[in-house]
């Protein structure tokens, strides 16, 4: 089964082994704590995942919006019961920041613009605060004239050696059309976080045979070894996507070797798998694919024996829809929660999780949350952070401007 979904790629606008069992929807506690509005002094569309430092303060990005409208770094921070925006730093027009942030040791903040850079094909930043005042450094400009990757969608990850990874998406060719840029299919790269002159590398070309194509949305996982694991929306022997790992050189080697630990699109399995995955405490891979038995998405997971379907999106009434975009996060107790930017009770898109199996059960088990409506957030495309008991978010979409807007829930 090979589905195309190009929409998954850069023009997104907001952008089975065993049926898992499912729950009607919850009662939550669920409220919007900024509504983004698109002004000089606001960006609009966040589509990154909040991130959170020590004192509770929540971290994202903004793909549009901002002083220049090329996007935003912003912060929230609460005050009482009060959240209060402070826009940190805004880039230039088209530059297209996706990613969310990454904080550093010192509070500085790492990034990617999809776009932007000399060749507008996207960079690699930091942000070193100084009093009230954010200074930009750029990393890398990515050129593809040069062989180079470009269109860098999701955020970075440091590797055990303290480098910064991060992938970039490429560009997936119209029907008929010869790509005209290489490497088209995407990469896997490394940039020191300093700005120090150390060189950046490309560490994985995608597009050999059998080998993924289109890492998406996914920011890369990095183990206590250094590998990178991470997802491809396309490609692999099926051609409806991979999860890969790619192990750093061995000893007087200098290669990178990079093998594919699963392909998407058996009968009953995941496909195209847009956003990463996330690690839980039983060592198990955790991540939601854009297609499923019922065609609105499935969540799955993978160990080194097997993988698995956990749930198929659409086996329940207004169950979320992930045609497009889902992605999931990750407790201490094994529960998924995440988001899925269509679907719901509203067509608008939802948070939903899903729960492990009791003991002596084997089903898990998918309870719907919240459904995204009129006058609330629309068509989410990262998985939300869980702090204690609530989970904080945002929308593409939606809000009282239609701007987009940052959410609480509590389960």
Known sequence: MSIVRKSCLLGVASLCLSAGAFTPAAASSYALIHNFTGA????????????????????????SGGQQSGGSV????????????????SFPASSGVRGGVLIGPAGELYGTT??????????????????????????????PVDGDGFYPNAGLVFGKNGLLYGTTTGQQPQDGEQPKQSPQYGTVFSVSPNGDGVEYALVHVFGGPNDGQFPGFGRLLADSKGVLTGTTELGGTLSDGTAFRIAPPKKNKTAWSETVMHNFGAT?????PFTGMVRGLDGAFYGCASWGKNGFGAIYSLTPESEQVLYNF???????????????????????????????ANAKGAVFKVTPPAVGETNWSETVLHSFGTGDGQSPSSAPLKRGKSLFGVTDLGGSGGKGAAYTLTP
């Open 40 to 63: 000089t002094t606001d960006g609009q569309q966040p589509s990154g995942a909040l991130v959170a430092d020590s004192a509770g303060r929540l971290y994202g990005t903004t793909f």
């Open 74 to 89: 912003f912060r929230l921070t609460k005050t009482g019961n009060t959240w209060n925006e402070e826009v940190l730093y």
């Open 114 to 143: 999809v776009f932007g850079g000399t060749y507008a094909s996207g960079t690699v930043w930091r942000l070193d605060p100084s009093g009230s005042t954010w200074t930009l450094t750029t990393l890398h400009m990515f050129s």
């Open 268 to 272: 009953g399995d995941a496909v195209g």
């Open 314 to 344: 659409g086996d329940q009434p207004n169950d979320p829809s992930a045609a497009a975009v889902c992605d999931v996060t990750v407790d201490a107790s094994g529960t998924l929660y995440g988001t899925a930017n269509s679907g719901g």
